[in-house]
Nanobody, 123 residues
Framework: QVQLVESGGASVQSGGSLRLSCETSGNRYTKHCMGWFRQTPGKEREGVASLDVDGTTTYADSVKGRFAISQEPDGSTLYLQMNNLQPEDTAMYYC?????????????????WGQGTQVTVPS
């Protein structure tokens, strides 16, 4: 049973940086592709970044060049480094995992989800 717990969300000024973490368990011996998603009230969940088993990364156009997804070599923790944050980045951020080689930015393939961590960038 895969369990995901996010942390690191906060309120940060425009132009600032944050690093989100997602502690994972239950997947140490089975490779999972992983992803970060975000959602604001009244809007659909948006894929932000994904990391395939072979190390391929995919980013939403809105975060390219500002966000970076990475993972500890043992798969224990997933990260999302967020730089030059803007008010439109304000959202609840979720990590997700799937026992697949490739996942992408659509939420359909992901059966495992964390509870979310709030990121706020005041305008």
């Amino acid at each position: 049973q895969v369990q995901l717990v996010e942390s690191g969300g906060a309120s940060v000024q425009s132009g600032g940086s944050l690093r989100l973490s997602c502690e994972t368990s239950g997947n140490r011996y089975t490779k999972h592709c992983m992803g970060w998603f975000r959602q604001t009230p009244g809007k659909e969940r948006e894929g932000v970044a994904s990391l395939d088993v072979d190390g391929t990364t995919t980013y939403a156009d809105s975060v390219k060049g500002r966000f970076a997804i990475s993972q500890e070599p043992d798969g224990s923790t997933l990260y999302l480094q967020m730089n030059n944050l803007q008010p439109e980045d304000t959202a609840m951020y979720y990590c997700a995992g799937a026992r697949l080689d490739r996942c992408g930015l659509s939420d359909g393939p992901y059966p495992h989800w964390g509870q979310g961590t709030q990121v706020t960038v005041p305008s």
